[in-house]
Structures are given as C-alpha cells and as structure tokens.
C-alpha cells in the first residue's frame, strides 16, 4: 500500500478566492488522481495527474477551474478556484498502478473545503 | 456506459446479522471491482476487490460475489457489529485506470 497525506485537511474560503490542496506519497507511484465527493454523495473523477505533462480532465471539469500540477512521482496538487459555495466538498487524492497491485487505488484522508 | 448502479441506498441490520450490497455495471471492460469502506470525515479505505475471472472473494468476514453474466457483483459482511457502520462504494475500473463508483450505501449495524 502507499501513506498519501493531503494538506490542508480542511479549510473555510471566501467566495471568490482559490485554494491550492497538496498530496504527498510515500513511495512513488505511476498513476495519481484527484476526485471530489459532494455533501452525502459518491465520488467523481476531477482529473489524472499525469507527471511531467499536463492532467486529464473528466468532462465537466477544466483546466482554468481546477488546475493541477504533478512536477515528480510523489506529489500533486489541485487548485479550486475562484471558488463558489457550489465547490464546498471533500477533495480526495488517491494512487494507483503500485509495484505488486497494479489495479489497486489508495486514497487520502481528503481535504474537506467549504466556500462562504 | 461508465455507470455503476449500487443499492440499497441504506440499510440497517443487527449485530451478527448479515449485510448485503449490490451493484450492477454494464460495461463490459471494467476487469477490476473494488470495494471501499468510509468513515465520517475519512478517505475511503480499500476493503476487499476482485476481478471478472473468480466468482467469489472472501477475507474474514468479507465476501465479494460475482456474477459475470448477470454483470453484477455483492458485498455480504458476515457477522456485522457496530464498529461495521459506514458508508460503502463499489467501483469498478478498467486495467487500473480511474474509478468509477457506485452511488454508496449507508450501513448502520444496531448493536
């Protein structure tokens, strides 16, 4: 398995303003994603964090709302921005494509945003 | 289709009963089903995952059946206890690619 920790772990914005989230990884990994989990809800695919290059983004995301960035194998970050009380969810990291689980995806403990 | 259907949406059942989960997918190139276990305020943590080539999966108290023609798959906790109580996801993903999940189902055990 893979230790992945997220900061912030949460967070109070204004509307209006971004919030840049971090995600760390113990090891490295090949695949790293980035999904969000609305109030009470399943979670989506925002975007794969592709190293070296830019993300992949799932339609009804882009680039200019949720920018991502993955400059080595352990480490990404998402930028929610200009933020609307409509992007208040949990934003989770995960990774995938492990040395010895090749389909197994761990995730983080998520950052926990809400927008006023 | 990318979707992954998953009932009940809650369920409540008492301790030492059995809890059931169901999904239903139907594209036929998912080759990988996870199933996750979350806890207010938490990631989701991988429980238990199998792929299209076994039927069934059991660790511990967890078992994961499959159904390849019916395209459907099962989570059953045996014995479940109140430490139990969480939401579940099912998933499903094709060759370790991005998840696609169910709509998860709130799980309270009643001691």
């Known amino acids: 398995s893979a230790v992945i920790s997220q900061k912030p772990s949460r967070d109070i914005c204004q509307r209006g303003t971004s919030l840049t989230i971090q995600c760390q990884v113990d090891?490295?990994?090949?695949?790293m994603f980035w999904y969000r989990q609305q109030p009470g809800q399943s979670l989506t695919l925002i975007a794969t964090?592709?190293?070296?290059?830019?993300?992949?983004?799932e339609s009804g995301f882009v680039i200019d709302k949720f920018p991502i960035s993955r400059p080595n194998l352990t480490f990404s970050t998402l930028t929610v921005s200009n933020m609307s009380p409509e992007d208040s969810s949990i934003y989770l990291c995960?990774?995938?494509?492990?040395?010895?689980?090749?389909?197994?995806?761990?995730f983080g403990p998520g950052t926990r945003l809400t927008v006023l | 289709q990318q979707q992954v259907k998953q009932s009940p949406q809650s369920l409540i059942v008492q301790k030492g009963g059995i809890s059931i989960i169901n999904c239903a997918y139907e594209?036929?190139?998912?080759?990988?089903f996870p199933w996750y276990q979350q806890f207010p305020g938490k990631g989701p943590a991988l429980l238990i995952a199998?792929?299209?080539?076994?039927s069934e999966k059991k660790e511990g108290r967890f078992t994961i059946s499959f159904n390849k023609s019916a395209k459907q798959f099962s989570l059953h906790i045996m014995d479940s206890q109140p430490g139990d109580s969480a939401t579940y996801f099912c998933?499903?993903?094709?060759?370790?690619?991005?998840?696609?999940f169910g709509e998860g189902t709130q799980l309270t055990v009643n001691p």
């Open positions: 090891s490295q990994v090949t695949m």
């Open positions: 594209n036929t190139a998912f080759d990988y």
């Open positions: 199998i792929r299209p080539d076994v």
């Open positions: 995960s990774v995938g494509r492990l040395a010895g689980s090749t389909d197994t995806q761990y």
């Open positions: 964090a592709n190293q070296g290059s830019e993300a992949t983004y």
């Open positions: 998933a499903a993903s094709i060759s370790g690619s991005r998840l696609t």
